[in-house]
């Protein structure tokens, strides 16, 4: 089955600096990378996402991107503010009905100094 | 507003005792998902259901239980049976034609 490794676990990162998040992913058919924020003691909210079809999408400071030969995605956060402190989350499915066994990864936890 | 409503934020269950977590969603949604998520640690699958009436056994599913007897409706059962049950358990869900799964707020639960 599929497996999700994503690194760095913590992160630490001057305010205005950039801020990378990479992940790996073992199943070629997996064709669906969404990337959550989530704050504390929240329910984690879907920041970008991205198909297997496309390398690259940006949404204001974010972006990601995907090498689909290699199997990695990467979340990549430019002019760090300290709203952006939170925990990450990539992931991989299928898509369709095999989207139920969407696969996480463990996490990595942003700090943004001040 | 359309969204996923988990309830109680916080419960506190004694040894020995079932408890149940509410979560209901207006978003027309087919499938639905309930993950555990420990302090520090990723998402762990418990249970999934793509259909009424259906559902299917995730990762950690021994010790909880399912209902899916309406479509906006999908209540997760800690039973007594459950080691360790202390965690954040969140609720999800996804239309079947698209990809992307959206989180409830989340259910804090504390074994006392």
């Known amino acids: 089955g599929e497996n999700v490794e994503q690194h760095p676990s913590t992160l630490s990162v001057q305010e205005g600096d950039s801020a990378v998040i990479k992940c790996t992913y073992s199943?070629?058919?997996?064709?669906?990378f969404p990337w959550y924020k989530q704050e504390l003691g929240k329910g984690p909210q879907l920041i970008i996402d991205i198909r297997s079809n496309v390398g690259e999408k940006k949404d204001q400071r974010i972006a990601v991107t995907l090498n689909k030969t290699a199997k990695h995605f990467s979340l990549h956060i430019t002019e760090t503010q300290p709203e952006d402190s939170a925990v990450y989350f990539c992931a991989a499915s299928q898509g369709g009905s095999s989207a139920s066994k969407i696969i996480f990864g463990s996490g990595t936890r942003l700090s943004i100094r001040p | 507003d359309g969204g996923i409503t988990q309830s109680p934020k916080y419960l506190f269950r004694k040894e020995g005792q079932n408890v149940t977590l509410s979560c209901e969603q207006n978003l027309n949604h087919d499938a639905m998902y309930w993950y555990r998520q420990d302090p520090g640690q990723g998402l762990r699958l418990i249970y999934y259901?793509?259909?009424?009436?259906?559902?299917q056994k995730g990762d950690i599913a021994e010790g909880y239980s399912v209902s899916r007897e309406k479509k906006e409706s999908f209540p997760l059962t800690v039973t007594s049976a459950k080691k360790n049950p202390t965690a954040f358990y969140l609720c999800?869900?996804?239309?079947?034609?698209?990809?992307?799964?959206?989180f409830g707020e989340g259910s804090w639960l504390t074994v006392v």
């Open positions: 259901s793509q259909i009424v009436n259906d559902f």
């Open positions: 199943d070629s058919a997996s064709n669906y």
């Open positions: 999800a869900s996804r239309l079947s034609s698209g990809n992307t799964i959206y």
